[in-house]
């Protein structure tokens, strides 16, 4: 599966620790679920400033840090939602890409 299905093309290809879930973090080298659950309980009560604060939770490696870093950010441009609703028999599905600086919408697609 990857991360092709979390990222989006206006991304820049960076996962952000603060927005991502467990299923992304997760695919991160030197992060298992039980680090990935870690981060996001750490996160909700004080949302990481700098990457280098990941090692907070749990100390990785010099070795196990230097793969990781260039895949990770503190911050991210662009926010991807999907929402499902339904109402008896009608189902509805949107996706949306919004670009949360500017809070305009980059991408939006309904089912």
Same mark, same amino acid.
């Given at each position: 599966?990857?991360?092709?299905?979390?990222?989006?093309?206006?991304?820049? %290809?960076?996962?952000?620790?603060?927005?991502? %879930?467990?299923?992304?973090?997760?695919?991160?080298?030197? /992060?298992?679920?039980?680090?990935?659950?870690?981060?996001?309980?750490?996160?909700?009560? $004080?949302?990481?400033?700098?990457?280098?604060?990941?090692?907070?939770?749990?100390? /990785? *490696?010099?070795? &196990?840090? *230097?793969?990781?870093?260039?895949?990770?950010?503190?911050? *991210?441009?662009?926010?991807?939602?999907?929402?499902? &609703?339904?109402? %008896?028999?009608?189902?509805?599905?949107?996706?949306? $890409?919004?670009?949360?600086?500017? %809070?305009?919408?980059?991408?939006?697609?309904?089912?």
């Amino acid at each position: 599966m990857g991360l092709s299905k979390f990222v989006t093309v206006y991304s820049n %290809g960076l996962i952000d620790i603060n927005e991502a %879930g467990t299923a992304v973090l997760d695919l991160l080298p030197e /992060i298992d679920e039980e680090m990935a659950q870690a981060l996001i309980e750490h996160r909700e009560k $004080v949302p990481f400033k700098e990457v280098e604060e990941i090692n907070l939770i749990r100390k /990785i *490696s010099p070795a &196990g840090y *230097s793969k990781l870093r260039p895949l990770i950010t503190t911050k *991210s441009h662009n926010l991807k939602i999907i929402s499902t &609703g339904q109402i %008896g028999r009608i189902k509805r599905r949107v996706e949306a $890409v919004i670009n949360k600086e500017a %809070g305009k919408i980059r991408y939006l697609r309904e089912d």
